[in-house]
T-cell receptor, first 121, second 113 residues
């Protein structure tokens, strides 16, 4: 089963509108971190926002906020007042933190397939 | 503060050859992770190095290896290249905490012919 699912392969949004990018995840770990990255056509991955599994408040970073619903295992990214420069691929990622009994540490980031967001003027 | 740098940016190799990619992390970052990005498989974790030790490893064959130096710079090596190794290879650095955000470099675009 996929650990990170992004159900929207592509989205078209009018400039200045808010946009929600969906992300659901699957883990049996109690401790994990959720990340969103933006990848413009240039290829570089840009970190946007982080949410820890124990964080009670939804994370916010400027125009980005994360709608974290733990029981539903969803971590949707909300971009307010979209801009033309927001056009890019957006990836949801998770890092699981294993218990010390299973060896400790954490694996690398597991990424979803991404959502291609296009902002139209 | 300078970002993560990767060299070379583009590389063309022939099947059967080997290749070494280099990554310089953000100053002060002790963890370096490598990822492979292809249209078919998406982004996949290769391995992570922390303080010159491999801390985690993804599900890739032994042809993929890496190392980290005392200054935290890292290299990734792929031996006996296959056509399927054509990909964008991304390096990311972090302070090394379990859930610290990872900052990515611009990537190395490897083409195997």
């Amino acid at each position: 089963a996929q650990k990170i699912t992004q159900t929207q392969p592509g989205m078209f949004v009018q400039e200045k509108e808010a946009v929600t990018l969906d992300c659901t995840y699957d883990t049996s770990d109690q401790s994990y971190g959720l990340f969103w990255y933006k990848q413009p056509s240039s290829g570089e991955m840009i970190f946007l926002i982080y949410q820890g599994s124990y964080d009670e408040q939804n994370a916010t970073e400027g125009r980005y906020s994360l709608n974290f619903q733990k029981a539903r295992k969803s971590a949707n990214l909300v971009i307010s007042a979209s801009q033309l420069g927001d056009s890019a691929m957006y990836f949801c990622a998770m890092r699981e933190g294993h218990t010390m009994n299973s060896g400790g540490g954490a694996d690398g980031l597991t990424f979803g397939k991404g959502t291609h967001l296009i902002i139209q003027p | 503060k300078a970002g993560v740098t990767q060299t070379p940016r583009y590389l063309i190799k022939t099947r059967g050859q080997q290749v070494t990619l280099s990554c310089s992390p953000i100053s002060g970052h002790r963890s370096v992770s490598w990822y492979q990005q292809t249209p078919g498989q998406g982004l996949q974790f290769l391995f992570e190095y922390f303080s010159e030790t491999q801390r985690n490893k993804g599900n890739f064959p032994g042809r993929f290896s890496g190392r980290q130096f005392s200054n935290s710079r890292s290299e990734m090596n792929v031996s006996t290249l296959e056509l399927g190794d054509s990909a964008l290879y991304l390096c990311a650095s972090s302070r090394g905490g379990q859930f610290d955000e990872q900052y990515f470099g611009p990537g190395t675009r490897l083409t195997v012919t």
